[in-house]
């Protein structure tokens, strides 16, 4: 028997090369880097807010020091006592209040309305009515505002919070808004309703409205803050104490050569509670749909 002889070794296999480095991603900022900008950012947005909070606790002979002094001295909380009894806060808030119920309302009805006819229905000319529609943003306020007072005169409406309304009640931004979000929702919905026998009516209140609540929010907390806001349109309109609005009446506290601006600044700061808490509300509501509606950056 012949002896098994072993088999000869096998040359041994170059090693496989190392992976090459991944390469970093140029053309995004790193994370460290997007924090600190927008850090930067939000400090300076906050910054005339905490110089109103700052005022608000303040004497009138201290708001306006040179530099500024962003911690008070003395500690007034006495002036968010003493504004109660100085102006009818409470009677402006409820004004402020009702105007900006009542104005979001219509316009989220009449906005989301208008906003279905120029995305779901299908009629001549309707493209072009829309960028006719959409072009009056462009169009300055002080353009009309001369026409609509001499309107609302004719009317006998001036002076009263129905001429506010009225004027408001309808908006192109708030159609604009709606439509892009009724884009986004398939057509495919709407015909098979309308073969269901569903009318436009039911197809609007049944289908497209259930899942438009993002961009409805979004249109309601805009409109409310614009409006809670809005200076000129009752100062054009209510000249009667018991009509205005918080925006009016903080105007008491400026003279002909003097104001009290930490009484004003007290205002403010209780004017901004009513907005903060809508907009905490409905934040989640908010930024899903400015992120869905086209409005984006």
């Known amino acids: ?54 005022a608000s606790l303040k004497r009138d002979n201290q708001v306006f020091t040179v530099p500024i002094r962003w911690v008070p001295e003395e500690f007034r909380w006495s002036n968010f006592v003493e504004i109660w009894d100085r102006i009818p806060l409470a009677t402006y808030l409820g004004n402020s209040l009702f105007l900006s119920v009542a104005i979001t309302a219509l316009q989220v009805l009449t906005g989301s309305f208008a906003a ?17 529609y959409i072009a009056t943003i462009a169009v300055p306020w002080q353009a009309y505002m ?9 009317l006998e409406l001036t002076n009263t919070h129905l001429s506010i309304i009225l004027l408001q009640a309808f908006g192109a931004f708030g159609v604009f808004l709606m439509r892009q979000y009724y884009a986004s929702i398939p057509d495919e919905l709407c015909d098979a309703a309308r073969i269901d026998g569903l009318s436009e009516y039911g197809i609007y209140r049944r289908i497209v409205l259930p899942l438009s609540k993002p961009a409805l929010a979004s ?39 003097d104001g009290e601006h930490a009484m004003i600044m007290a205002g403010a700061v209780l004017s901004v509670l009513p907005i903060l808490a809508v907009f905490l509300l409905g934040q989640r509501y908010f930024i899903r749909g400015i992120a869905t509606s086209g409005l984006k950056g």
């Open 1 to 54: 028997m012949t002896a098994l002889r072993p088999a000869p070794p096998r040359p041994a296999r170059p090693a496989d090369p190392p992976p090459p480095a991944r390469r970093r991603r140029t053309g995004r900022p790193a994370p460290a880097a997007a924090y600190a900008v927008l850090a930067a950012v939000v400090l300076l947005v906050l910054v005339p807010f905490a110089w109103m909070v700052s």
């Open 116 to 132: 279905y006819g120029f995305a779901k229905v299908r009629f001549p000319g309707r493209d072009a009515l829309f960028l006719a």
């Open 146 to 154: 001369v026409p609509q007072y001499i309107m609302m005169q004719r």
């Open 219 to 257: 249109l309601a907390l805009l409109t409310f803050v614009n409006t809670w806001n809005d200076y000129m349109g009752p100062f054009i309109y209510l000249t009667s104490n018991d009509l205005w609005t918080v925006q009016l009446g903080l105007r008491s506290f400026l003279g002909q050569y």
